[in-house]
């Protein structure tokens, strides 16, 4: 749960800063434009459902989603491609056993490799499908409601825009950093005979499988809207 948790904080670091100067630019195109600067309620709204749509496509996509796929992946590749920390914590263990220094919780914890991979497999299926259920809720709530309040002009307006471009932003800084981390990894998995465990790549590799389609759906919109 610590690395979706970490996942989630990321996005909204990110998203924040970017939402921030998105409402600078906004409120400065207003005032060159002479028009008042006074916010209005149906515009504090549409404010609220574009940040909400935003965090839960990130909720639904990079926590759930990618979650249930990176435990695919274990199970169709190898359990060692999604969970090398697991290997990793047991042959610590394991190391601290042999040197006779072991502290509490390693004395404690008696449970086997597989016993522990199990373990997390089922905790990631639940807290995949988890999120995945919350974050759609949560989007589909959120999308109605904006539809409901923004009229067909507001579709293509400078709110409407700023979003897009937020989302786009922050979904290419995700898709871009996971390749990244990803792709080097499963080919240090796939070509190179390490110890079960060292390499990894089933967590990057799952949110970059997610974060490049919510990010092309980003940059076709965004496109879509500067053309209107």
Do not use: C
């Not at 969970?83 to 914890?109: F, K």
């Amino acid at each position: 749960m610590g690395d979706i948790a970490g996942i989630l904080f990321g996005l909204i670091g990110l998203a924040i800063p970017i939402l921030i100067i998105a409402a600078i630019v906004y409120f400065i195109f207003r005032i060159k434009s002479g028009i008042s600067i006074s916010v209005s309620y149906r515009a504090a709204l549409r404010v609220y459902f574009y940040v909400v749509i935003l965090v839960s496509v990130g909720l639904t996509g990079l926590g759930g989603v990618s979650t249930l796929i990176n435990v695919g992946l274990g199970e169709v590749v190898g359990h060692e491609f999604s969970y090398g920390d697991v290997y990793q914590e047991h042959r610590e263990l394991q190391d601290l056993r042999d040197d006779g220094d072991s502290p509490s919780y390693a004395i404690t914890d008696s449970r086997s490799l597989p016993e522990k991979i199990d373990l997390e497999m089922k905790g990631n299926l639940i807290n995949g499908i988890s999120l995945t259920v919350i974050g759609s809720f949560l989007m589909l709530v959120h999308f109605l409601g904006r539809r409901w309040v923004e009229t067909s002009d507001e579709k293509a307006d400078l709110l409407r825009r700023l979003y897009l471009i937020a989302g786009l932003a922050v979904f290419a800084v995700i898709t871009i950093v996971s390749l990244i981390a990803g792709i080097p990894e499963t080919l240090r998995y796939a070509l190179l005979e390490l110890e079960p465990g060292r390499e990894s790549p089933g967590q990057a590799l799952s949110i970059a499988i997610v974060g490049l389609p919510i990010w092309v759906s980003y940059l076709v919109a965004t496109l879509k809207n500067v053309k209107k």
